[in-house]
């Protein structure tokens, strides 16, 4: 009897085809001309060989060597709980639809760009949906229970490299979020995450990206090794994978208001805080003083990827404090599901719809010269 292709096919197991869905973009991408490099001279960020805003200062505030930044964690969100999928509908559809997300998130970053806006945090497993939540049934991660990658998730971070680096933009590739770490099963499970990812983002050879191995390494984690205590341990994991000689940058984030542990300084290429918790710029002096100051310090970027205080018309807050501690700073608006407030809630209208964010832009142009 005459053999079928489909025969052959049906043998080859079902890993062999994720693993080569996950692979044919690397590749389509390794065709592609690579624009944006991101590097580390000591405490400065360089894009292609250059400090970044090269030479700008800000009312007397070194701003070389910076970079600003948006929480946009959500730019490939998806929601796999049937249960709860519909609280993310479009209001002119009626409808969730992740596609839609990112082409819209996609179309708004020149104009974050012309801004001066260099980079913005995504995640693998995003955040919170509702700004702040304590419990969160929905199901958001690019990790399958056992660590493997979701080719749908990849695919749309695929597309943000892409585009970024035709920009000149970074992005901040997070890994784990609490409240979704859970999702992967054990340990081993996490390890295995932490490898497929950061294999992918070397095979994709972009080099625009930063990774922050979990959001608030201080929060509500399920695993161990993603807490404060042990979560160097999946810094050095991610630094020791390298292709042709070259690793990633790693690092991980604190909630707001609390300094760096001594071993995440050690282990960390920059270093991540978070301004959230009480409105107060004496807070982020703190933070940022007392993390310099660990034993095991030594030169390197400081970035706030994470901070919900604005009042950028005044001037005390929570920005400028971090620029005179020659920090960068990251705007996060958690705003509320109704497609015009905030950048965390879906469905998330990227543009700049409020008077907010519309603020915000303006100071980061007047603050880069952009």
Known sequence: ????????????????????????????????????????????????????????????????????????????????????????????????????????????????????????????????????????????????PDGNLRPAYMNRLRQVLARTDELGMVVIVGYFYFGQDQRVTDESAVKRAVTNATNWLLDSERRNLLVEIDNECNGSYHHEILKAGRVHELIEQAKGIARNGRRLLVGVSYGGGVPAGANVVAASDFLLLHGNGADDPARIHKVIRDSRAVSTWRPMPVLINEDDHFRFDEPDNHLMAALSEYASWGYFDPGKSDYSDGYQCPPVNWGMSTERKRQFFAKIKEITGA
């Not at 490099?37 to 070389?64: C, D, M, V, W």
């Open 1 to 144: 009897m005459k053999r079928s292709p489909d025969d052959d096919l049906a043998k080859v197991p079902r890993r062999d085809f994720l693993e080569l869905a996950l692979a044919l973009p690397a590749l389509a991408e390794a065709q592609t001309v690579k624009r944006t490099e991101i590097s580390i001279h000591a405490e400065q960020f360089f894009i292609n060989g250059k400090p970044t805003y090269a030479g700008r200062e800000h009312r007397g505030l070194k701003i070389e060597g910076l970079l600003m930044n948006v929480r946009a964690v959500q730019a490939i969100f998806d929601d796999l709980n049937p249960e709860t999928r519909a609280r993310w509908a479009y209001p002119d559809s009626g409808k969730w639809d992740p596609e839609r997300n990112l082409r819209e998130f996609l179309a708004v970053l020149p104009e974050w760009r012309k801004s001066g806006v260099l980079a913005f945090t995504v995640n693998l497993q995003g955040g919170s949906p509702e700004g702040y939540s304590r419990g969160q049934p929905w199901e958001n991660t690019a990790f399958d």
